[in-house]
C-alpha cells in the first residue's frame, strides 16, 4: 500500500548533529532511513523548522544550512532516496516504487525574512511547500499561540499565497491562527494542507482544526494529515496511543470525508510518542487499526497516501518553468 508521511522534523535532529550524521545513522531518531523501509514508506515530506531562537535575521541561514542537509543526504542515498520536485517525478511514485520520495517543505514563514524573492530562491533550491507560520506572529500571518487577538495573512502573506500558487508549491495552514486559515482558502487557486494538525472536537488543543475548519478545507480539495503528537491527540495526553490517531482519522473522515484525511506524524518534532507508533517503522499498523475499524481497502489506501499524493499532483509544476 502507498504510504505518504506529510510531517517529520528530522532535519533539524540532523543540524544539531554538526554533521556528525545522516539518514542512515543518526541514533535514537522517530526516522532514520532503516525505519522508514520497515514501514514501506513510499514519500516523506521533510520539513525545514527555524528554531525560535534562530528567527531574528538567522531564519533564511538557518533554513539554507538545512536544505543543504537534504540535499546531502539525497546525494549519497540514491539508491535509497528519490528527491520530489516536479509533475513527472510525482508520476514515478507508487506503492511499487522501491525508493522513498523524498519532498522538502519550510516550517515557518520567518525564513523568506520578508521578501519574495526569498520564496523564489527556496523554489529554485527544490522546496515546494511552506507552513506560512508556525505558532507565533511572523511577515504573513499570526499563528495560533497569538491567541484572540490573532489576525489573518498580512499583504505580504498575500503576495506569498498567489507566488505559491504560481510556483506550484504547496500551501499548509497547520499552526495557523484560524483568520489566517479563512484567509487562505478564500484567496488560493488551489487546494491547501494541514500537514499535521488534528480534530478539536476530538481533542481541545488550540493545534486542532474545528469541524468547519475542517469541512471547508475538504471542500476545496485540501488534505489533513492526522498528527500524531499526544498533546494534540488526546485531552490526557499520557494516555494517548494508537487508537486516539485511528479516532481522529475516524472524526476527520466523518466530517470531512475519505478524501481529505492523511497523516503527518510530526515525528522527531514531538517529545513524546503515543503507545503502538512509537516510530516511522510503526506507522504501517494503522493500516490493520483502520481495516479492524471496517473501513474498505480503497478509503485506507487514500488515508494512508493516496490523497496527499492526489494533491501534489494538481499543485507540483512541470519541469518545463
Ligand atoms: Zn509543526
Request: proline fraction near 3%; aromatic fraction near 8%; include cysteine.
Amino acid at each position: 500500500m502507498f504510504i505518504f508521511d506529510a510531517h517529520i522534523d528530522t532535519l533539524q535532529k540532523l543540524v544539531q548533529s554538526n554533521g556528525l550524521y545522516d539518514l542512515a545513522s543518526i541514533p535514537n531518531t522517530h526516522v532514520n532511513l532503516a525505519k522508514m523501509q520497515t514501514a514501506g514508506l513510499n514519500a516523506q515530506i521533510f520539513a525545514v523548522f527555524i528554531p525560535e531562537n534562530y528567527r531574528h535575521g538567522l531564519a533564511l541561514h538557518n533554513a539554507s544550512v538545512m536544505i543543504d542537509i537534504f540535499w546531502q543526504n539525497m546525494i549519497k542515498y540514491t539508491s535509497e532516496l528519490m528527491p520530489i520536485m516536479w509533475q513527472d517525478e510525482l508520476c514515478l511514485l507508487t506503492a511499487e516504487t522501491k525508493r522513498i520520495g523524498c519532498i522538502l517543505s519550510i516550517e515557518g514563514g520567518e525564513a523568506l525574512e520578508g521578501r519574495l524573492e526569498n520564496l523564489r530562491n527556496f523554489f529554485r533550491l527544490g522546496v515546494r511547500g511552506l507552513t506560512l507560520t508556525w505558532n507565533n506572529r511572523n511577515e504573513l500571518a499570526d499563528g495560533v499561540g497569538e491567541g484572540e487577538q490573532a489576525s489573518g495573512l498580512s499583504e505580504f502573506g498575500r503576495q506569498v499565497v498567489a507566488e505559491m500558487n504560481n510556483l506550484g508549491m504547496i500551501i499548509d495552514v497547520s499552526h495557523l491562527a484560524e483568520k489566517g486559515f479563512w484567509d487562505v482558502l478564500k484567496i488560493s487557486k488551489f487546494p491547501v494542507i494541514a500537514s499535521h494538525s488534528n480534530s478539536f472536537a476530538r481533542c481541545q488543543h488550540r493545534r486542532n482544526l474545528n469541524d468547519k475548519q475542517i469541512t471547508a478545507l475538504a471542500d476545496q480539495g485540501g488534505v489533513i494529515g492526522v498528527n500524531f503528537c499526544p498533546a494534540f491527540l488526546t485531552n490526557n495526553p499520557k494516555t494517548a496511543a494508537i487508537d486516539h490517531v485511528v479516532s481522529h482519522i475516524v472524526h476527520l473522515i466523518d466530517v470531512g470525508g475519505s478524501e481529505a484525511v492523511g497523516l503527518g506524524s510530526d515525528f522527531d518534532g514531538i517529545a513524546s510518542v503515543p503507545q503502538g507508533l512509537e516510530d516511522i517503522s510503526r506507522v504501517n499498523e494503522i493500516i490493520t487499526k483502520l481495516k479492524n475499524h471496517g473501513y474498505p481497502e480503497s478509503v485506507i489506501e487514500k488515508v494512508m497516501g493516496l490523497n496527499f499524493l492526489r494533491v501534489l499532483k494538481q499543485v507540483f509544476p512541470q519541469k518545463s518553468l
